[in-house]
């Protein structure tokens, strides 16, 4: 019933010949805080009747029940009645800072990677389950365990060792040098979702369609070469 009041003002708010109005956008805590700052920044200069309400959360918000009214997702929507534009494929590699490197090394091959220190996940094996491997085996060997994805980032900022990172990110920054690029990586879809019952809200649509160019922009500029 809360989420159904929060959405019923953000509807009630009313259309003028300007967007105007309240927007509530779901996205994961990377997307929410590496990604969407500049999008957000460029689409509220164009539109600064429309407020937007960033909800981050690596648990999927259920639009069905109006949690959100736009969600960027990074896998395939299977809930009836929603709207979903397939943006691109993200890809993930192996990075390390360049400060780290040249303390330890870079490795050469997988088996080089037992001798680095390696940031790795701690309870939340799913984006491993791909490699087919023994992900028990996997976290025993990680020099940093932990789920939270800005956690890690940050400890690869820092120079904490070798870890994962969208390659869209890590080419904003010249200090993160790709790690056997051609050996391990992995790929996410990036999806963009609206319930259907918002076809007709105009803000809602503006918002929709800013974020799917800005985004499809994003997704092609993290392609491995």
């Known amino acids: 019933m809360e989420a159904a009041a929060r959405s019923f003002v953000r509807t009630a708010s009313g259309e003028s010949s300007e967007p105007r109005g309240s927007v509530r956008v779901t996205a994961s805590n990377i997307i929410g805080v ?8 460029e689409f509220r200069e164009r539109n600064p009747r429309i407020a937007i309400e960033l909800a981050l959360s690596n648990r999927n918000q259920d639009l069905s029940r109006r949690d959100a009214d736009i969600a960027i997702r990074m896998v395939r929507p299977t809930q009836k009645a929603l709207i979903a534009k397939r943006l691109g494929t993200v890809h993930v590699g192996l990075y390390a800072h360049r400060d780290y490197l040249a303390r330890h090394g870079v490795p050469r091959n997988l088996a080089d990677l037992s001798r680095h220190a ?8 799913s984006a491993f389950r791909w490699l087919g491997v023994d992900t028990a085996i996997m976290r025993d060997s990680f020099a940093l365990r932990t789920d939270d994805d800005l956690a890690q980032l940050n400890a690869l900022r820092a120079g904490f060792g070798i870890g994962g990172c969208q390659v869209g990110i890590a080419l904003r920054e010249p200090s993160l040098i790709p790690v056997l ?3 391990l990586g992995f790929r996410l879809e990036m999806w963009l979702v609206m319930h259907e019952d918002l076809r007709g809200s105009r803000r809602t649509r503006v918002l929709l369609e800013f974020l799917a160019v800005a985004l499809r922009a994003y997704a092609r500029s993290g392609k491995q070469r």
Do not use: K, R
């Not at 590496?34 to 920044?41: R, S």
């Not at 390696?118 to 094996?125: A, L, N, P, Y």
């Open 34 to 41: 590496e990604v969407l700052p500049a999008i957000l920044t």
């Open 118 to 125: 390696v940031i790795g996940f701690d309870h939340d094996q």
């Open 181 to 183: 690029p051609q050996s």
